[in-house]
């Protein structure tokens, strides 16, 4: 019944596709075109899901530590700037905390380390930070003689959990008894092997600083353009003020990340539009075999551009059906990458993620409805200009050769 | 005013090298019938098809109603055989991937019209084809899809109605039931009828006859 109320070029084209007249080797090749374009899209779903998945992770990561907008000042920051005042009333501010980082010594281990002591407020970190999240063992410092320590340097330096440690500084020789409460795993080598994280007093003691702070880490709303945010603040604050945002902080990954998914998207694009002009060959072929009844369509009045339309809207069905098809494919595969990951693991024996090296123990999926509408409309686009030729074609054939073919 | 008009219309293939039509003109009025008659390769389905606007002169025109067939634009030209031209091919020409009926309603669906499901009941009644209305035309015979082509052509009260061979492949009661088909379109409705054909009996139900002998070189 639906079928009825549609144009009758689209009706014709249905009958065409499902047709038991058409021969079966053209049903083949239908079949491969569709196959073809499945295939593609399923490897340009994937390839998105991981790529995004991956900048995803990185801003995670970037943000998690650096938060969206850092700003500091050329000597140190006085809580009681009113600077922070006009920071906090921005309306794409969440949520501000402050920290301070000093040079600084710890032992154990005998003699004494050298680490950069981070100095942050335990109570409104969480806010802006994920660092709560990186803690591997042990829990959040709840109490100002509390630390955390990187994974890499308590495994180095025999620390664990419950461990007394003594820090102090140039500025502040006598040391600072402290107990470690938690381990940390960043993925960040520097802050996982050289850092302590005091709560902020500790760290303004050992820099002699108290009250005054080096850095406001800014965490925005998630709907907030950074670069809008960081431009209006630049404009507000005075020279005094340094500010960077977190691409800023990391623009290499970033870049190259960004590189690498325009290179894999050309590449798997131009795969896809070899499988498009495999649907157009395939219209090709199903104008010669159709050529009588487009005589006869000519013969009962069809207008040229009809013939056109209806093998257009064929190609668009053929490229449709792979469509969703490399869609379903595509979306199943990258939802499920990570148990399928296993499975191979499982059945090898060899761990495709040694997390040592890629400090990842999955790989990160972030499926991009936005994407595969573009792509969708692109395949479509690429569709109708490899069919264009084809359905011409058909327009154009003489209805008097047409009607005596076959 | 004669439904269609050739004027000197020829027509060569191969590049100019055999002539299949040369300088020939015809009246076609309404309420008449033509028959085209001469030998195998004298031009009769040259002429159907110059006068179905399928088939571009080679010089010369046809005039539907007054108007050049071959000056319009093909969208023009392609409306105009839909609305006022039906034909009836040598070989049972139907489209294999659609049913007798849908075969049948083509022209109306062709231009959104509404089909005339009252009228193709009675002639598929008429020509005893009621049971195929659903069937594809690959189930059919050779006979009942020339039937079938037959109303196709008639069912659109065309302007004019060419058939080539129409009775080719029928016995001879569906050659009579298509030949009481055609003399009905010709008493009651304004269309001019032109049968091309070799067959005697056919050739003598015509109000004028043309003879494409001698057969041009």
Redesign the interface.
């Known amino acids: 019944m639906i079928k009825q109320r549609l144009p009758y070029s689209i009706q014709l084209s249905l009958t065409y596709l499902w047709s038991q007249t058409t021969h079966r080797f053209i049903r083949v090749v239908t079949a491969i075109s569709i196959a073809g374009i499945a295939l593609s899209i399923a490897a340009i779903v994937i390839i998105m899901a991981i790529m995004d998945g991956f900048a995803h992770t990185l801003k995670q990561q970037l943000t998690g530590i650096h938060a969206d907008i850092q700003i500091e000042h050329i000597k140190a920051l006085d809580l009681s700037d009113p600077m922070i005042q006009t920071v906090d009333q921005h309306p794409s501010v969440a949520a501000i905390t402050p920290t301070l980082t000093v040079a600084g010594f710890m032992q154990p281990p005998h003699p004494p380390s050298f680490v950069s002591i981070l100095g942050i407020d335990f109570t409104s970190d969480p806010t802006v930070t994920t660092l709560i999240d990186q803690v591997q063992s042990g829990h959040w410092p709840t109490h100002p003689h509390h630390v955390l320590i990187g994974q890499s340097f308590a495994d180095y330096h025999g620390l664990s959990i419950g461990s007394q440690v003594h820090v102090h500084s140039p500025n502040h020789p006598q040391p600072l008894a402290r107990t470690v409460v938690g381990v940390i795993h960043t993925g960040v080598q520097r802050l996982d092997t050289g850092h302590v994280v005091t709560d902020l007093a500790t760290a303004q003691a050992l820099a002699g600083t108290p009250d005054r702070v080096h850095q406001l880490k800014l965490r925005l709303i998630p709907e907030a353009d950074v670069h809008a945010v960081y431009t209006t603040l630049r404009d507000q604050l005075p020279d005094a003020y340094w500010m960077t945002h977190w691409m800023s902080l990391n623009p290499v990954a970033l870049r190259a990340l960004r590189l690498e998914h325009t290179v894999m998207m050309v590449i798997v694009s131009l795969i896809l539009l070899m499988a498009i002009g495999n649907v157009g060959t395939t219209l090709l072929i199903h104008v010669l075999d159709k050529t009588q009844s487009i005589g006869l369509l000519r013969a009962m009045g069809a207008r040229p551009a009809f013939i056109q339309r209806v093998f257009i809207v064929h190609g668009l069905f053929v490229t449709t059906i792979g469509l969703i098809v490399g869609l379903i494919i595509g979306m199943a595969i990258s939802q499920y990458i990570n148990p399928l990951l296993a499975l191979v693991d499982h059945a090898t024996g060899i761990h495709l993620l040694p997390d040592k090296i890629y400090y990842l123990d999955r790989i990160p999926v972030q499926l991009n409805p936005t994407g595969y509408i573009l792509v969708a409309l692109g395949t479509w686009v690429a569709t109708i200009l490899c069919a264009w030729y084809p359905a011409k074609k058909a327009a154009s054939l003489d209805p008097v050769a047409a009607v005596s073919h076959g | 005013m004669a439904n269609l008009i050739a004027t000197a219309v020829s027509h060569t293939f191969n590049n100019g090298q055999s002539w299949v039509l040369d300088t020939w003109s015809g009246s076609f009025n309404p309420h008449t019938i033509t028959t085209i008659t001469g030998p195998s390769g004298c031009g009769k389905s040259t002429v159907l098809?110059c006068l179905?606007g399928?088939?571009t002169p080679t010089r010369g025109d046809v005039l539907l109603h007054g108007d050049s067939l071959y000056r319009r634009t093909?969208?023009q030209r392609?409306?105009?055989?839909?609305?006022h031209?039906g034909?009836v091919?040598q070989r049972a020409?139907?489209?294999?991937?659609?049913s007798v009926w849908d075969n049948i309603a083509?022209?109306y669906?062709?231009?959104?019209a509404p089909e005339p499901s009252a009228m193709i009941d009675h002639w598929l009644t008429v020509f005893q084809l009621s049971n195929f209305r659903d069937a594809?035309p690959?189930t059919l015979s050779g006979g009942q899809g020339h039937r079938v082509a037959f109303i196709?052509a008639l069912l659109n009260t065309p302007t004019v109605l060419l058939c080539d061979e129409p009775t080719g492949n029928l016995d001879d009661a569906n050659t009579a039931c298509l030949l009481d088909a055609i003399q009905t379109i010709r008493t009651e409705t304004p269309c001019a009828v032109v049968i091309a054909t070799h067959d005697a009996r056919i050739a003598q139900i015509g109000d004028t006859t043309v003879d494409l002998t001698p057969c041009p070189q």
């Not at chain 2, 020409?93 to 659609?98: A, K, N, V, W, Y």
């Not at chain 2, 669906?109 to 959104?112: H, P, T």
């Open positions: 098809h179905g399928l088939l093909p969208t392609a409306d105009a055989i839909n609305q031209i034909f091919f020409s139907l489209l294999p991937e659609l083509i022209k669906r062709l231009r959104n594809s690959a196709r």
